[in-house]
């Protein structure tokens, strides 16, 4: 992994077997931001996202290996007792039986295969997370 800062944004490439979660909560910690936009592109090798399910509360997840073109990648940095949280959300194209397949959903866990152009966008401010029990989610928390 490699980032560089230019004006009020950080441009992140990813390399093979960096997992992409990790990643950008290390250079978010390493620049001290509290909260920040977060978009991307990239190729990865293993991939496992979830649909979240309301009435059990737990998402329903799947993986899938392989070469997967991250088509779409977006979400945000905010805080979550006291550590950087990012709640990420991404879609990925990928070849099954000769057929081209898109999986998107919550991303869980990403690992690069071949590399990731991420953009982090800063702002002023801190927004929390809080737990709320009845949805089962952290949802911001503005206190």
């Known amino acids: ?3 560089r800062r230019f004006d009020d944004k950080i441009y992140v490439r990813l390399d093979k077997d960096d997992e992409v979660i990790g990643a950008l909560t290390e250079v978010c910690a390493k620049e001290n931001l509290t909260i920040a936009q977060i978009q991307g592109i ?4 293993s991939v496992t996202v979830g ?3 309301g009435e059990k509360k737990v998402y329903n997840e799947k993986t899938v290996e392989g070469l997967l073109e991250m088509t779409s ?3 945000n940095l905010t805080y979550y007792e006291g550590k950087p949280y990012l709640h990420l959300h991404a879609a ?3 070849r099954e039986d ?3 397949k898109l999986l998107s959903g919550h991303l869980l866990k990403a690992v690069i295969g071949l590399t990731g152009e991420i953009v982090i966008t800063p702002a002023n401010g801190k927004i929390g997370r809080k737990f709320i029990e009845e949805l089962g989610i952290r949802v911001w928390d503005f206190s």
């Open 51 to 53: 649909v979240f399910d």
């Open 92 to 94: 990925f194209a990928y």
């Open 42 to 45: 990239g190729g990865c090798e």
């Open 1 to 3: 992994m490699e980032y």
């Open 98 to 100: 000769g057929e081209i």
């Open 73 to 75: 990648l977006d979400g």
